[in-house]
């Protein structure tokens, strides 16, 4: 009963996305980089990194990183937490 | 998750399971010079973990590996990162002091490309190493845990 | 020239996993559903930020006067597997947890089970 609904809206999204990406600006030409040009320029002289990315991660946002941190830390908990009972 | 696998595969294991653990902390160690850093490495040293897990079974490796001391290895990655952000603390939070300052990873970079200096970038260097223990440490008690779980689950169903 | 099919295959991955999300009853296909659902993104997000002819934001033995890819995405993207990599992990430990209950991960039966 809930199959022909379903079915319909799956195919009403996979369309309307497949139209939004053809219509797309073009590949391979970013429509603002200012931010980023800043960070290549100046990552080696406020970060003294080679690695641009490794600089942004670690340094420029590094409150990102360590919200990482702390999900990956409470998946583990969580699994350690669920696995409690089996083990017993 | 049975037993071990055959002696072929049991070989080459005890072969690679070295160069990859080798490779792993290279990773981690090059994460400002090179592609990599903290996280991909860490993934790599707990991949090694589930190579020896496959191998030789839940029960053999259990007797290796304790799982109290990688937790303990992972809190103590993310107490050392979030400790690291607080060296800069005299201008704000994560603010990269150790860099151009001489000492341990604190001489300064060759502006442009250059071939690399292991001994430069600061925090990041040690941030990724803290990030990278954490990592190693979370993905194997990930692993280690589940196939415990499902050893118990299969027992549980054959009895 | 490949025009905008890079574009093409992220909305042919995350299409993918649309289906396989709405269509399946198995947990297990759901999580690979999950999975390609979070892969498409992280391509979307690479896709973004590339540049034409360019070389990745490394100085390290960079080759002289090419410009560089965006890194702001990459480092997005960095974020996004490992949190992906935590949600997939307790999403199959649920399955198994749910595998020792009623002994079956096919949805409807498990609700068939319950009543």
Do not use: W
């Amino acid at each position: 009963m809930k199959k022909p609904i379903f079915i319909l809206a799956f195919i009403f999204f996979a369309a309307f996305m497949f139209m939004a990406a053809i219509d797309m600006r073009p590949f391979g030409e970013p429509a603002r980089s200012e931010m980023d040009d800043y960070f290549i320029e100046n990552a080696q002289v406020q970060a003294s990194s080679n690695n641009v990315v490794t600089s942004i991660v670690f340094d420029y946002r590094g409150f990102d990183t360590l919200g990482e941190g702390t999900v990956l830390f409470t998946a583990v908990i969580g699994i350690v937490a669920l696995f409690r009972e089996v083990a017993k | 998750m049975i037993g071990e696998m055959s002696r072929i595969v049991r070989t080459m294991t005890n072969i690679i399971f070295g160069f990859i653990v080798v490779f792993g902390f290279y990773v981690i160690a090059h994460g400002h010079l090179s592609p990599g850093g903290g996280f991909q490495g860490g993934a790599i040293v707990a991949s090694a973990f589930a190579l020896l897990l496959v191998t030789y079974g839940t029960e053999v490796i259990q007797q290796y590996i304790a799982k109290d001391l990688l937790s303990v290895i992972e809190s103590t990655g993310l107490i050392l990162f979030g400790s690291f952000g607080f060296l800069g603390i005299s201008a704000t939070y994560f603010y990269n002091i150790v860099a151009n300052s001489g000492g341990l990873f604190g001489s300064p970079t060759v502006i442009g490309v250059n071939p690399g200096d292991l001994n430069t970038s600061g925090t990041i260097a040690l941030m990724n190493i803290a990030v990278g223990l954490e990592v190693l440490a979370a993905l194997g008690v990930i692993v280690l845990t589940m196939s415990a779980a499902a050893e118990i689950i299969q027992n549980k169903e054959k009895s | 020239m490949i025009g905008n099919f890079p574009f093409v295959a992220v909305i042919m991955l995350i299409a993918l996993g649309m289906y396989s999300l709405m269509f399946k009853k198995n947990l297990i296909k759901i999580a690979i559903g999950l999975t390609l659902l979070e892969g498409g993104v992280n391509l979307f997000l690479i896709t973004l930020g590339y540049r034409k002819g360019g070389v990745a934001p490394i100085y390290t033995m960079a080759p002289e006067g090419v410009k560089m890819v965006l890194p702001t995405p990459q480092a997005l993207c960095l974020t996004s597997i490992v949190i992906g990599v935590a949600t997939t992990a307790l999403v199959l430990s649920i399955a198994m947890i749910l595998y020792k209950q009623y002994g079956t991960i096919e949805t409807d039966e498990i609700r068939r089970l319950r009543g």
